[in-house]
């Protein structure tokens, strides 16, 4: 893909038809399928074991649910990502997912070449919905960010770490909803530093993924400047 290393790819779901011929495509397409699943324990051991870039995970698994699965493999690995792949577009499904590590969440009405740029811009780190469910996470954000904080341990305000300027520029756009690209294009900057700035603001900030940062930034007003 592009004289790179091809994109490592799981895919999870326990219809043995579906999981092949999303695997088939995908393959097709040019991605590594390092390996398959049919249910949740056998996922979270092999994704351990074949270490892919992204995992393309169904919500509804004999043994061990999708969110418990999504929560493992990232808990495991912060550096995979993973998207769910569900036929639900309830609500609760879609923010339960993203609060486990989730980047993103598309619906199987979806087609093949939704599929495949979903994989690839989720392997970049952007957030990818189905249309409309990118506003619903967006919300869920905002009412997070309203819920009072937990106080820190001793009763004592922790001293929030110095980011630098460009780090808070970025955390002000992710908190505004854009994707990294869109990052990227509005700061005249690449991918690739885009990511960069956030996972160190991640990292200073003792955070695990988008969901927390966004939340974070919200807290802070960052996404009204």
């Known amino acids: 893909m592009t004289g790179t290393a091809p994109i490592r790819v799981m895919v999870v779901d326990d219809h043995p038809m579906w999981r092949d011929a999303v695997a088939r495509d995908l393959s097709e397409s040019g991605f590594e399928v390092v390996a398959t699943a049919g249910d949740g324990d056998q996922a979270v051991r092999r994704a351990k074991a074949a270490a892919p870039d992204v995992l393309v995970l169904d919500l509804n698994l004999p043994g061990k649910p999708g969110v418990q699965v999504c929560k493992e493999a990232v808990a495991a690995d912060p550096s995979v990502r993973v998207l769910v792949l569900s036929a639900s577009g309830e609500h609760a499904d879609v923010l339960e997912a993203v609060k486990s590590g989730a980047t993103g969440y598309l619906l199987k009405s979806a087609s093949t070449e939704d599929l495949r740029d979903a994989v690839r811009r989720t392997a970049d780190g952007d957030p990818v919905f189905t249309p409309g469910l990118a506003g619903l996470v967006l919300g869920e954000y905002r ?6 904080a937990a106080p820190a341990a001793g009763g004592e305000e922790q001293k929030a770490p110095r980011l630098t300027e460009r780090e808070t520029e970025v955390l002000r756009l992710v908190a505004k909803g854009l994707s990294y690209k869109q990052i990227a294009e509005r700061l005249v900057i690449s991918h690739r530093t885009v990511q960069n700035h956030v996972q160190n603001t991640l990292g200073k900030l003792q955070l695990h993924n988008r969901v ?7 807290e802070r007003g960052l996404d009204d400047e």
């Open 143 to 148: 009412r997070l960010a309203s819920e009072p």
């Open 212 to 218: 927390e940062l966004v939340r974070y930034a919200i």
